[in-house]
């Protein structure tokens, strides 16, 4: 059965990746051609006005509805994954999708990906609370509709699966990953189906022009990483100016303060609006097929423009986001990534020609890796970049390239600051993700890893003097009961021949005494989730039982098991199966 729902997580989240496309396109179409007509009035000026009325409208939606669906939403993700059992309100999905999809139609400079992890997160969420699952399973079909939302977003079914695991979750293996696995194949296959197999990005076919380029790369990585730290303390800035300073202002009406920031921006320099690549609605209500960052790629945009764009693009996203709107910080990274590396290759052009190669090569290759490394750096997360700019641009040339300035980037970044903009996000909330890692560390570790297997049994026609016996024999103070068939009957304790004192009289056998009901663990629970079950209950050991033939007995958890698995979580070595 959880095979099953982290594939309709999948396909949910995959349809929901399709349906928030078409959603974005709907309401650009609105706003910059519609809107084109309406306020023709205005002139040319009118776009300046679009990302106000967006925003007016995303304030309320947010405000009256749920507040939650504000700002990027990986952050909201991580924070019910942390703290809050994996339940996400079964509202957000909906209110998310409206919201940004409305914020980024209307020119708002917020990216689709990080929202559409939210919206597959919640779709994962409501499903595991509607079908009462446990918090474990509960988490599991998040992480799953996470990992279908980029999987669908970007047609990168690795690259999803890496999201939920280094970024999402923050470790790479775990128990879960078959089932993220298949849930991002199958929100892959959906979106494939639906449209088309294309690349994120179409580039020429770039690669290494030679190999004295390494120690550019290495400086891209540096610079990356700086311009990834400098743009989380701006955006936090932002976000504080309209917290603290605006207090005075209504929540829901920020963030058209935040539009009025975009839309004047966007007015000189329209590459500024939405997402920042691919096809989209622009003034006049044209639909253009290349935006900023493909430009860039392209190698098309010249030096000052390229730091112009980069600059203005993390004003307009820290004003979007940083009043309130609702968006990711994922496309604009990659926008200010590729401007960043196309005037770095530029630069280094100008200086070493004979070594960067020709013009639209070195501004395009460096834009690349600019791109990742950036993104890398800005999201803590250096696998997911590598992974994902391959499957994004199929482009497999530029490897040593990009993992060398992705490396470098993150190096650079984690030094500095060791919160990425997602965990900078919770830790001003007062999420301490990382506090709250070493506390979970039972979470990491599942009952068949560290259960004692082939534990002593009795029988229910065992007589109370042979199992004293045995008790004295072992040194144990209870033990599973099975059948003649070897299916769990219950448990007995000592605690249970010490009740039955005052009958010792009569001819009495486990079987009149034994616990028929025990609270039962599975070996794919974590061990911090079945030491939920009890309850607080005063018991020392779980009879760990087959979850497909729940009478079937595997082994017990015991405390000493228990105290074996904590210590070795926190000193991260690896727990194993023990016989005694």
């Not at 990986?74 to 509202?91: H, L, N, S, Y």
């Not at 550019?216 to 300073?245: M, N, P, S």
């Amino acid at each position: 059965m959880a095979t099953t729902l982290a594939v309709v997580t999948g396909l949910l989240a995959g349809l929901g990746a399709v349906g928030f496309r078409y959603m974005i396109r709907g309401f650009g179409w609105l706003f910059f051609n519609r809107g084109a007509h309406l306020l023709e009035f205005l002139g040319d000026y009118y776009v300046i006005v679009l990302p106000v009325a967006g925003g007016l409208l995303v304030g309320a939606i947010i405000y009256f509805l749920a507040r939650e669906a504000k700002g990027e939403g990986p952050p909201e993700v991580m924070e019910a994954v942390a703290i809050g059992g994996g339940r996400i309100r079964q509202r957000v999905a909906l209110v998310k999708s409206l919201a940004s999809s409305i914020c980024i139609g209307s020119g708002g400079s917020v990216g689709r990906e990080g929202p559409m992890v939210h919206i597959g997160a919640s779709i994962g969420s409501t499903i595991g609370q509607r079908f009462n699952m446990s918090e474990d399973w509960t988490k599991t079909l998040l992480l799953c509709g996470a990992a279908g939302g980029i999987s669908a977003t970007f047609n990168a079914p690795l690259g999803g699966i890496l999201f939920a695991l280094e970024i999402v979750e923050r470790k790479f293996v775990g128990r879960n990953f078959a089932f993220i696995l298949v849930s991002s194949i199958a929100a892959d296959l959906l979106a494939h189906s639906l449209l088309g197999s294309d690349p994120s990005f179409v580039i020429p076919d770039y690669s290494m022009y030679s190999y004295w380029e390494i120690p550019a790369y290495i400086a891209l990585g540096v610079l990356a990483g700086l311009a990834a730290v400098a743009f989380g303390r701006f955006f936090f800035l932002c976000q504080d100016f309209f917290k603290v300073t605006l207090h005075k202002v209504p929540g829901y009406a920020k963030p058209a303060i935040g539009g009025l920031t975009v839309g004047v921006i966007g007015f000189f320099y329209p590459y500024i609006f939405g997402v920042g690549y691919g096809r989209s609605y622009g003034p006049g209500g044209e639909l253009t097929s290349l935006g900023g960052a493909d430009l860039a790629l392209l190698g098309q945009i010249g030096f000052f423009t390229l730091l112009i764009w980069m600059v203005l693009k993390i004003v307009a996203t820290s004003a979007t986001l940083g009043s309130g709107g609702s968006g990711g910080v994922f496309a604009p990274s990659l926008f200010i990534g590729s401007m960043l590396g196309g005037a770095f290759g530029l630069a280094f052009h100008d200086v070493f020609p004979a070594v960067a190669g020709p013009v639209p090569d070195a501004a395009g290759s460096y834009a690349l890796i600019g791109m990742g490394a950036f993104f890398a750096a800005v999201v803590h997360g250096p696998m997911t970049a590598i992974i994902l700019l391959f499957e994004m641009t199929r482009n497999y040339n530029l490897i040593l390239p990009l993992m060398t300035a992705v490396i470098v980037s993150y190096a650079v970044a984690r030094t500095l600051n060791r919160e990425s903009i997602y965990t900078m996000g919770l830790a001003r909330r007062g999420v301490d993700i990382h506090r709250r890692a070493q506390t979970d560390a039972l979470e990491a570790v599942t009952v068949g890893e560290v259960m004692t297997r082939d534990f002593p049994t009795v029988l229910p026609s065992t007589t109370l003097p042979q199992l004293m016996d045995r008790f004295h024999e072992s040194g144990h103070h209870g033990f599973p009961v099975v059948d003649e068939w070897g299916d769990l009957y219950g448990i007995v304790t000592l605690e249970d021949v010490e009740k039955a004192t005052p009958h010792k009289d009569l001819p009495l056998t486990i079987a009149d005494i034994a616990t028929r009901s025990p609270v039962v663990a599975y070996p794919d629970q974590s061990v911090k989730e079945a030491l939920g079950q009890l309850g607080g209950r005063h018991v020392g050991r779980i009879p760990v039982v087959d979850r497909t033939y729940p009478n079937r007995l595997l082994g017990v958890l015991r405390r000493r098991d228990v105290v074996t698995a904590y210590v070795e979580a926190m000193s991260a070595k690896p727990a194993r199966n023990r016989v005694t």
